[in-house]
């Protein structure tokens, strides 16, 4: 098996109005469960940032459809953000930001296909 970073993807705050980020520290959030990937990788910059995970989910899109709603603060990837429709006022950019990876995790035996290191090739270009 082999994995590939893509690009690292921004992890931005989300909320129902830009009010929900004024004030507060430290800052209760929902965010992506302990187990997960993404976790594991961003997990020390998030406390580091003061952030306290109050509600842990499986899904970012249903941690971003909670925060747009207003039950609360999520921590979620930028594309996440864009794709539920947060205006920007209702994003806040970390400073400095926080990155998840994003791989693409094979078999070796895959490369044999020419298709398929082009497709890899076009993810990477399609996010670049």
């Not at 129902?16 to 187990?35: A, D, M, Q, V």
């Not at 961003?42 to 039950?71: C, D, T, W, Y």
């Amino acid at each position: 098996i082999l994995s590939e970073e893509l690009k690292p993807e921004e992890l931005v705050l989300v909320a129902s109005t830009s009010e929900g980020f004024r004030g507060r520290k430290p800052l209760n959030i929902l965010c992506i469960e302990p187990s997960s990937a993404t976790w594991k990788a961003v997990k020390g910059e998030v406390v580091q940032r003061n952030l306290r995970p109050q509600i842990e989910m499986e899904s970012f899109f249903s941690i971003g459809q909670l925060a747009k709603a207003g039950h609360g603060i999520g921590l979620v990837p930028i594309g996440v953000a864009r794709a539920l429709g947060f205006k920007e006022k209702c994003m806040n950019h970390l400073k400095p930001k926080i990155f998840r990876p994003i791989q693409v995790v094979y078999k070796k035996s895959k490369l044999e296909r020419p298709y398929f290191r082009e497709l890899i090739d076009e993810l990477r270009n399609t996010l670049g």
